[in-house]
């Protein structure tokens, strides 16, 4: 039986080495702070570090954006590595579990799982969607998609359904009317809320700074 050192970085290397091409809001990078904003809301926490640690590592192994779709691609393909590398069958299912339901996307739709391990790793995730960062991986995203920054014209809808997310192709200012301002209220622990407010409120000041110059303030 390997120890959880080896576990862990057994499947480091395996994320790395797959996701070589991603494109930048999902890369390797995006990976390792999500990594590392989970140890760091492990400190105060109770829970399967193990699960918590694996699936911060395979959350976006293959996100189903990227793949037509297909919601249950990323969940197969983490189980069948981890299998691989011989973790239980329990801990198997419950890292699938969270990264099938984790997403931003997944929560605007019906969630039947919960678990302590899920909002940790979720509340590590949405953090690196926020803040600096989650503004460079906004733009960054849109330009992929080769997006407008910002219409005027084209204005904001809140609370979208799951499929009008999914779908839409607004620009990338209303992205954080959708979804990046909407995440500081739904972090799950206390060293996470704690971050949010701070990365949420640089968030509104780039806001604010954004209109003004767009508007040719001085
Ligand atoms: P989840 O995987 O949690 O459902 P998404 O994959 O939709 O969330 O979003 C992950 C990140 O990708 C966002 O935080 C953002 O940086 C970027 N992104 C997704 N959709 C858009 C969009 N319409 N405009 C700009 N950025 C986006
Ligand atoms: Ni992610």
């Not at 197969?76 to 299998?83: D, H, P, V, W």
């Not at 620009?171 to 701070?198: C, S, W």
Request: some cysteine; hydrophobic content about 40%.
């Amino acid at each position: 039986m390997i120890d959880n050192t080896a576990i862990i970085q057994q499947t480091a290397i395996f994320v790395q080495e797959n996701l070589k091409s991603a494109e930048a809001g999902h890369d390797w990078w995006h990976i390792q702070r999500v990594w590392n904003n989970t140890k760091l809301i492990l400190e105060t926490e109770v829970a399967d570090t193990l699960v918590c640690e694996l699936t911060a590592l395979l959350h976006d192994i293959a996100d189903s954006k990227f793949h037509h779709g297909d919601e249950h691609i990323g969940p197969r393909i983490a189980g069948e590595f981890l299998q691989h590398i011989g973790l239980d069958k329990g801990r198997i299912e419950h890292v699938q579990q969270i990264i099938f339901n984790m997403s931003f996307k997944a929560s605007l739709g019906r969630v039947d799982f919960h678990s302590r391990e899920l909002e940790i790793v979720q509340d590590a995730d949405r953090l690196d969607a926020i803040g600096a960062i989650g503004i460079a991986r906004a733009f960054h995203y849109g330009g992929f998609k080769n997006r407008e920054i910002y219409n005027p014209d084209i204005s904001s809808q809140q609370l979208l359904s799951k499929e009008v997310y999914k779908n839409t192709t607004a620009p990338t200012i209303n992205h954080f009317y959708e979804k990046l301002l909407l995440l500081r209220d739904k972090m799950n622990t206390a060293t996470a809320k704690q971050i949010a407010g701070e990365r949420h409120h640089f968030m509104e000041s780039f806001l604010q700074q954004f209109y003004g110059e767009w508007n040719g303030d001085r």
